[in-house]
């Protein structure tokens, strides 16, 4: 009987564990993860951007989303204007941070991942804003 009980509990703890985050305290309000990209979405730019992702988080898979709406964004400053060298070896760093932790369970390393990719487009952004000459800026 006991040991029943302990598995309900168990698997309840498990079943709640494996939820989707769905909100989080972000801005000063409780947000949904659909909230947070639209607002991603919205800043004016890639730094911007991450610091949100930052400062909004869910250490959990639900960073998936959240990181890959701040690669679009920086993306955006830097990827069309890529030769194909430059393409692949984006692609490799990006890459990179889908098998670091592609042996891990836990959603807290979907996170890890989606801070990786994040990251590297953010660098790759900087790079490119720094290319830039000051007449296009």
Same mark, same amino acid.
Do not use: W
């Given at each position: ?17 494996? =939820? ?13 993860? &659909? &909230? ?22 869910? +250490?959990?898979? *639900? ?7 701040? &690669?679009?964004?920086?993306? =955006? ?15 490799? &760093?990006? *890459? ?8 891990? +369970? *836990? ?6 991942? =989606? ?23």
């Amino acid at each position: 009987m006991i040991v029943r009980s302990i598995l309900a509990v168990l698997a309840v703890i498990l079943f709640l564990g494996a =939820a989707p985050a769905r909100a989080a305290v972000c801005l000063g309000k409780s947000m949904t993860l &659909e &909230e947070i990209i639209g607002v991603i979405d919205a800043m004016p730019g890639c730094e911007r951007a991450m610091k949100l992702f930052k400062d909004c988080q869910f +250490s959990t898979s *639900g960073d998936i989303h959240l990181g890959a709406a701040v &690669e679009r964004k920086c993306e =955006a400053d830097f990827l069309n204007r890529l030769k194909a060298p430059q393409k692949r070896a984006y692609q490799r &760093e990006m *890459g990179a941070c889908d098998r670091k932790y592609e042996n891990e +369970s *836990g959603t807290m390393y979907r996170s890890f991942t =989606a801070f990786c990719r994040a990251e590297i487009a953010q660098r790759y952004a900087r790079k490119a804003r720094r290319v830039v000459p000051a007449s296009v800026r």
